[in-house]
């Protein structure tokens, strides 16, 4: 089977343990690699030789946020191309159209349950190796996941 590779920075240790926990029972072939924050992620990035299919990048993380590695990762002509999933405790409208008008495919609103993250995670997850738009432009209305097609 071939890997997916999926990049995390969130500097919630608790959250980042759920959440790669959730995508190993979603599907053994998704490999989660985890950053505590923007720069490390960044720093993943550019060491790894294959790209990420997808990058979550948490709001708010010491060192580097999330905004501020969405900027860079939208700048590099390396790495513009990955998907990015803006994902907060954070249901402000502002933020959501901060993470579209920064070039976010999405807003994801983190769960308080491990149900409800696995759902949604599996919702992303599901068919990525056909392309992470395609996978979001057929998902159904979910109060946790906002996405910019």
């Known amino acids: 089977m071939i890997k997916k590779i999926i990049l ?3 500097d919630d240790r ?8 959730a995508l190993a029972d979603i599907d053994e072939n998704i490999i989660c690699h985890c950053a505590e924050n923007g720069s490390e992620a960044l720093k993943m990035i550019e060491k790894q030789n ?13 060192i580097m946020n999330g905004w501020e590695c969405l ?13 990015v999933i803006m994902i907060s405790t954070s ?3 502002n933020d959501m159209d901060t ?8 807003y994801f ?9 696995k759902e949604v995670l599996r919702s992303i997850t599901t068919n990525l190796e056909n392309g992470l738009k395609e996978s ?7 109060k946790y996941l906002y996405v910019f097609l």
């Open 8 to 10: 995390l920075a969130d």
């Open 14 to 21: 608790d959250d980042a343990e759920m959440f790669c926990e």
């Open 50 to 62: 294959e790209i990420p299919e997808v990058v979550f990048l948490d709001l708010n993380m010491p």
């Open 71 to 83: 900027k860079q990762l939208k700048s590099d002509e390396r790495y513009k191309n990955i998907p």
């Open 91 to 93: 249901s402000y409208k």
């Open 99 to 106: 993470a579209a008008n920064l070039g976010a495919v999405c």
């Open 109 to 117: 609103i983190k769960p308080t349950n491990f149900k409800d993250l």
């Open 136 to 142: 979001l432009s057929n998902l159904e209305t979910n």
